[in-house]
């Protein structure tokens, strides 16, 4: 039974659906996106935008999977994005990759892997590839964990913060990228935009990080870039959580 379902699973990946239109949003991530099922944050967005929003983001997924069946599988970010028409990709990604080294020796090297100081590494690579297709490319960053709460990501939340600093002067310099940090509209003092681990968004929270992102989509396809990496005053930050 196992193997059937993991060729299930394969033969899924692998089936060709039709072509959206035009307008069309993918997302593409690890659990932060993927969490809620129907009530996450890509239906956020898409009920929002008034918009089709195709769904491959996958919990647990990393930005580069080194399996090729994990690849395959969907478990790998820059995987997921398969080409296609576009209009915009949303995303989240790397918490995976930095989890077990966050506080370790190799924490600088994988987190610069993923995004150094001169704005290179894997998260780039995959934003320009998206680009050269004609989509438009909205980054979301991790939030802090709940106050008096540390979840499973607790450690990594200096790493975190260093990859949104990062990606704020990414988005700043690519035309057409956005970044929106999801910490602007997850306040760590309410524990009911958490998930009961404390690390993914509840439905709540979702809808929150969905409908904003949103917003700024729009804002941004009129021509303001100024919202893109707008602190917010009412959201206290401390770190990030993935």
């Known amino acids: 039974m196992r193997i059937l379902s993991i060729l299930s699973l394969i033969l899924s990946a692998c089936a ?4 959206p239109p035009g307008d069309a949003v993918l997302a593409i991530g690890d659990s932060v996106m993927a969490w809620n099922g129907d009530h996450g944050i890509p239906e956020a967005v898409e009920s929002t ?8 983001s996958q919990s647990l997924a990393r930005l580069t999977n080194a399996s090729g069946l994990a690849g395959v599988l969907g ?9 296609g028409d576009w209009d915009w990709v949303i995303l989240t ?7 077990d080294t966050c506080l370790t020796p190799a ?20 934003i320009g ?22 979840g499973a990501f607790a450690p990594c ?4 913060d260093t990859i949104n600093a990062r990606m704020t002067r990414l ?17 760590p003092r309410d524990a009911g935009l958490y998930d009961g681990d404390f690390v993914h968004p509840s439905p709540r929270g979702a809808a929150l990080i969905g409908r904003e992102l949103a917003r700024r989509m729009l804002t941004f396809e009129e021509g303001g870039r100024s919202e893109t990496s707008r602190p917010s005053a009412s959201v206290a930050r401390r770190g990030a959580t993935g």
């Open 171 to 187: 988005a700043a310099e690519r035309p057409g990228v956005l970044f929106f940090d999801a910490g602007e509209v997850i306040d």
């Open 93 to 99: 990604g790397g918490g995976n990759d930095l989890r």
């Open 157 to 160: 939340q200096g790493a975190f």
């Open 49 to 56: 935008l008034g918009r089709p929003v195709v769904d491959r």
């Open 129 to 150: 590839h998206i680009r050269t297709t004609g989509a438009k490319v909205a980054f979301v960053g991790y939030y802090d964990g709940v106050e008096g709460q540390p």
């Open 75 to 83: 478990f790998d970010i820059t995987r997921q994005f398969r080409g």
């Open 107 to 126: 924490e600088d090297d994988v987190l610069s892997g993923l995004i150094d100081a001169e704005l290179t590494g894997d998260v780039p690579r995959l």
């Open 16 to 19: 060709t659906a039709a072509p």
